[in-house]
């Protein structure tokens, strides 16, 4: 019989570990519920935060606007401040006027890059990019304002009063569209504004195409919560 023989070289390796097979894949039944369970918790992930995602997208658009009013209102602040507490009005023999006229004044002393504040994406009042308007700099022409303006007011009148708003029924002013496409419609049935007071609201309109808070119809002209000199003007058409 023979003996076994020992190898006495150095780091020969002849008595180093063979490496382990590596043992097949196996798929079991636990793998496969693990899986399905993954697919199953990201398509209830997708169910529910898309939709609100989309939910989302839409108030952007509304927290903007109420973002643009208010730095319009803080604008006519600082001009109050240079002319005794009092906003700007309509210039003599503007006539009927509109906001622009108002808002022209507030350009481009109190206020520059002025194109991007007044305007508003989707609205029929400014149909055009903000790339495309042409106007004249320091001009705000029709075309290029969003905004409806009260006119009369100051900062001593009642702070509830509305100061800027959405641009409203290019007939009547203080009502909103119900028509898709028309000016004053509003795609997400609610409209921005700004009180005297410097509080702003995005509020629902109700079927009518009105703003109705606690004070009753916020923008009723004469008798109702405004008074004679307390006009609202739509932006130029």
Same mark, same amino acid.
């Given at each position: ?6 190898? /006495? ?5 002849? /008595? ?7 043992? !097949? ?6 793998? +496969? ?7 199953? #918790? ?65 350009? @481009?002393?109190?206020? &520059? ?23 004249? !700099? ?7 304002? /969003?905004?409806?303006?009260? &006119?009369? #007011? ?7 009063? @509305? #100061? ?10 203080? +009502?909103?569209?119900? &028509? ?5 419609? #509003? ?8 009180? +005297? ?23 009723? @002209? ?16």
């Amino acid at each position: 019989m023979s003996q076994e023989t020992s190898c /006495h070289t150095p780091g020969c390796g002849c /008595h180093a570990a063979r490496p382990a097979r590596p043992q !097949p894949f196996t798929v079991g039944p636990g793998f +496969v519920l693990k899986c399905l369970g993954v697919v199953a #918790l990201i398509a209830l992930i997708a169910y529910v935060f898309l939709p609100l995602r989309w939910l989302i997208g839409k108030e952007t658009e509304l927290t903007k606007g109420l973002r643009q009013a208010r730095f319009i209102y803080m604008t006519l602040n600082i001009y109050a401040s240079d002319n005794v507490g009092e906003y700007p009005q309509l210039p003599a023999g503007a006539g009927e006027g509109n906001a622009n006229l108002v808002y022209q004044q507030l350009v @481009p002393h109190y206020l &520059t890059g002025y194109k991007e504040t007044f305007h508003r994406e989707g609205s029929a009042w400014t149909p055009q990019p903000v790339g495309a308007l042409q106007s004249a !700099p320091g001009e705000l022409a029709a075309g290029e304002n /969003h905004y409806a303006y009260v &006119t009369g #007011l100051s900062r001593k009148s009642d702070r509830r009063l @509305p #100061l800027v708003a959405d641009g409203f029924r290019e007939d009547q002013p203080g +009502v909103y569209s119900a &028509t898709p496409g028309e000016r004053g419609y #509003l795609p997400e049935g609610k409209a921005v504004f700004v009180r +005297v007071d410097g509080s702003g609201s995005i509020q629902p309109v109700n079927e009518e195409g009105r703003i109705i808070g606690s004070e009753g119809d916020l923008f009723a @002209p004469a008798p109702g919560w405004l008074s004679e000199s307390q006009r609202v003007l739509n932006p130029a058409k």
